[in-house]
């Protein structure tokens, strides 16, 4: 579990850089961070799914991916729009 915390703190940390990235250098930051977040996200279901391991596993690593990305992403976006508006 301690892993899965840390991981998940690193990959919020980078979603954190590429928002701040991309309100200095695009005009739609909040849109372009929403596609570029999902995008990364939906390719970081890939790997769990062709692990190979049974059912329960896969799930269970498709909601430790889904679950922090369902609470940063709408997060940072709600931020980043409110700081272009």
């Known amino acids: 579990m301690a892993g899965f915390a840390v ?4 990959f919020s940390v980078v979603g954190v850089v590429i928002a701040v990235a991309l309100l200095r250098l695009s005009a739609r930051p909040a849109e372009r961070f929403g596609w570029t977040a999902v995008s990364l996200t939906a390719i970081s279901l890939v790997p769990p799914l062709l692990s190979g391991a049974d059912t329960a ?9 889904l679950v922090p990305a369902a609470v940063m992403i709408p997060t940072l976006t709600r931020s980043l729009r409110a700081r272009t508006d």
């Open 57 to 65: 596993t896969i799930t269970a690593l498709l909601l430790l991916h």
């Open 7 to 10: 991981v998940s703190g690193f």
